[in-house]
């Protein structure tokens, strides 16, 4: 029993060997009895208690590694499904990516899983998103589509006029005739590409009215003008009820072009030798003009207020 004070006056505890080879756990307990002192001594041997702990770092040597696989498992599974929402989210993406390029309706809702989560509310904004940017894309390839139906007229015939005239020599009367034809349609391109220039600005939150006076029965004068040689090529009389002086304020050039439309779809609309009628009224503050055409066999009336 090396290192025990058997003197002490105190309970000792420490491990000491019996013989040269089991070691054993000591408790030495100092008393006294009658006029002399005693020593009990209390020793149990060690030997299970070490096996005890050596099987206990052997079974927690093999454990630990085989414990962290599990919970890399458990975690790379926990990972993947709270992620499957993103790669959701990304293939789609590049869906419609694709369809976008090949000019078709690319937009698809992404499934959403739960509206409580963040995964699920991200998905939400994104489906918003994207049916914005779908409408948007589709608006602006109907745009194109109009515009192009649009020009398409006017350019075919100036391109048969001067295919025409160019075809033989002519008289002075019809190169005046063919000009003017040439001239018409020119005016009509100018004012497709002002309104499409108009609707660009007012998109991109550009367009600045101006507030200004005007006289409504001056602006609707000009406007017939402008559009009767195409009325006369038809055979169509424009009748205009603009006697009364009507001031308003407001922007000229807009108000113009709303004009030149409604006249411009009456033209259009209407069978040869037929009437467009432009009716001009004010009751006090109250400003109403008519455009009445006979368009599908009947009369059609287009009116609107100030």
């Not at 009990?40 to 770092?57: E, H, K, S």
Request: hydrophobic share 45%; proline share 4%; glycine share 6%.
């Amino acid at each position: 029993m090396k290192g025990l004070k058997v003197n002490d006056p105190h309970p000792v505890f420490g491990i000491g060997s019996v013989g040269n080879s089991e070691s054993v756990r000591v408790a030495l307990i100092p008393f006294e009895q009658a006029a002399g002192k005693r020593l009990l001594a209390v020793a149990i041997p060690t030997f299970g208690t070490n096996r005890l702990l050596d099987t206990f770092g052997g079974i927690t040597l093999l454990l630990f590694p085989l414990s962290l696989l599990l919970t890399a498992a458990i975690s790379a599974f926990y990972v993947g499904r709270s992620l499957m929402p993103v790669k959701a989210l990304t293939r789609h993406a590049e869906l419609m990516a694709k369809r976008l390029t090949e000019r078709q309706a690319f937009w698809t809702p992404l499934p959403v899983a739960s509206r409580d989560d963040e995964l699920g509310r991200l998905a939400e904004t994104f489906n918003r998103l994207l049916q914005s940017v779908d409408s948007a894309v589709h608006q602006l390839r109907q745009f194109v589509t109009d515009a192009s139906h649009e020009l398409r007229t006017p350019l075919a015939v100036l391109h048969g006029e001067t295919e025409l005239i160019l075809s033989k020599p002519r008289t002075a009367e019809e190169y005046r005739k063919t000009l003017a034809a040439i001239d018409d349609e020119l005016k009509k391109l100018t004012r497709i590409v002002e309104g499409l220039f108009t609707l660009s600005m007012a998109d991109a939150g550009q367009l600045h009215l101006e507030s200004e006076p005007v006289y409504i029965n001056e602006i609707l004068e000009e406007a017939c003008a402008l559009v009767a040689p195409r009325a006369r090529a038809r055979n169509i009389s424009i009748v205009r009820d603009l006697n009364q002086e009507v001031a308003y304020v407001g922007d000229e050039a807009s108000l113009h072009e709303l004009f030149l439309i409604f006249l411009d779809n009456a033209i259009k609309y209407s069978p040869s030798d037929s009437q467009v009628r432009v009716n001009l009224t004010q009751n006090g503050s109250s400003i109403r003009i008519c455009f009445e055409d006979e368009g599908g066999n009947r009369e059609r009336a287009f009116a609107f207020h100030f």
